[in-house]
Structures are given as structure tokens and as C-alpha cells.
């Protein structure tokens, strides 16, 4: 399976603990995004990656939230002392340089409780 | 915030019954993705469009990105039970070509 891979698929978390979360993208592609989904709406843009580098971040990344992608491959994002709102499918997507057709991964499904 | 209005929000059809949604922005984007997501799984990208009056089919599929570039047209021909899902459609606004945005969804049920 050459897609974008996601883990983990599910996570249940208390309020107030750490979770990370893993994105494998489609090999050559170069961008690798970020988006956050909640019940009843399309997803949400967090943030994007150039190869290793984070150039653009949104609003809803509260700085609880932290994005890497170490040597320009996977990626992750970690949510500190997380809280109920939190709650949400975590969605990672990949694309080409050229950020036309970006493919998604299945999502990380994180209930804070 | 989403920009983007979709509809309808849900449609309820007949198997072999033809189903139209669209999206609508008072904003111009360079670029319009039409994506389908089932229940716990991540959005699947169905047809992408690139230029204005482009008509692009994938199978029973038909997308159009519309003149004024601010819509964007997705048509079901001879709806199928596997068709039932969430239709988001997405794209980017001029002068971003990296930031999707989505709209709310349209939930298409097939009655067989």
C-alpha cells in the first residue's frame, strides 16, 4: 500500500495527558499537511510541511499542539495536556510540490476524556 | 473559518436515481477537489479541477469548475448502494495553493 499511512487509527486519552500521533506520507511527496475534523464538518487546515520545514501554521494550533517532520519523511503532531476539546479525527494529508491533488491518510480518531 | 457553502447538507435517493450537489464561495479559488469520506475513514479524493468551465468525469463521476471560479458542480449518474457517504468538496483560493478549504458536506443516502 503506497497511500498516506496514519497511527494510531484510535486513541482515548484522560484530559490532561500527552498524545502523539504519527503520519507516514506517499513517498515522493514533498508537502505534508495537517487538518483537524470534527463531527458534522470538513476537515480544518493546522499545518503544513515543505520537506522538514513548517511554513504555515493556523490559528487553531493552540501551543499545546507541536508539529515535526524530521529529514522531510514522516511526521508528527503531539497535543500536551490535552483537553476535551481536543477531541476530534486528526487527519494527515500528502501532495506534490506543486499542492494541487492532496491524498489523505484514514485518521486518527482522539477522544479526550 | 470554512468559506465554502455546499449543498444540500443530505439527499436521500433511489437506487439508479442521478444526484447533484455544489459548492458555492464568494471567494475565487485556483483549484477544486471533490472528495467522498466514509464513516471513521479519511477523505477520498474523486476528481480534481484545475481551469474554469473544466468538466472532468471519473466513471459515473462528473465534476465541473464553474465560469466565475467561485463554484463548483458534482454529478451521481445511476446512484449505486456503495455510493452512500459524505461528499465534501474542497479547494484552494487564489493566492494559497497549499490550504484546503472544505465545505460542511453532503450526506448521500441510496435506498436500494
Known amino acids: 500500500d503506497t497511500g498516506v499511512s496514519q497511527n494510531p487509527r484510535h486513541k482515548i486519552t484522560k484530559r490532561g495527558q500527552n498524545v502523539t500521533f504519527r503520519c507516514d506520507p506517499i513517498?515522493?511527496?514533498?508537502?505534508l499537511y495537517w487538518y483537524r475534523q470534527t463531527l458534522g464538518q470538513g476537515p480544518e487546515f493546522l499545518t503544513y510541511f515543505q520537506n522538514e520545514a513548517q511554513l504555515e501554521k493556523s490559528r487553531l494550533l493552540s501551543d499545546r499542539f507541536s508539529a515535526e517532520r524530521p529529514k522531510g519523511s514522516f511526521s508528527t503532531l503531539e497535543i500536551q495536556r490535552t483537553e476535551q476539546g481536543d477531541s476530534a479525527m486528526y487527519l494527515c494529508a500528502s501532495s506534490r510540490t506543486d499542492g494541487t491533488e492532496a491524498f489523505f491518510g484514514q485518521g486518527t480518531r482522539l477522544t479526550v476524556v | 473559518g470554512q468559506q465554502l457553502n455546499q449543498s444540500p447538507q443530505s439527499m436521500f435517493i433511489q437506487e439508479g436515481e442521478d444526484v447533484s450537489m455544489n459548492c458555492t464561495s464568494s471567494?475565487?479559488?485556483?483549484?477544486w477537489l471533490w472528495y467522498k469520506q466514509d464513516p471513521g475513514e479519511g477523505p477520498v479524493l474523486l476528481i480534481a479541477?484545475?481551469?474554469?468551465?473544466e468538466l472532468t468525469s471519473n466513471g459515473r463521476l462528473t465534476a465541473q469548475f464553474g465560469i466565475t471560479r467561485k463554484d463548483s458542480f458534482l454529478n451521481i449518474s445511476a446512484s449505486i448502494p456503495s455510493d452512500v457517504g459524505i461528499y465534501f468538496c474542497a479547494g484552494y483560493k487564489r493566492g494559497s495553493n497549499y490550504k484546503l478549504t472544505f465545505g460542511k458536506g453532503t450526506l448521500l443516502t441510496v435506498n436500494p
Open positions: 513517498s515522493e511527496h514533498n508537502r
Open positions: 479541477l484545475y481551469k474554469a468551465g
Open positions: 471567494s475565487i479559488f485556483n483549484t
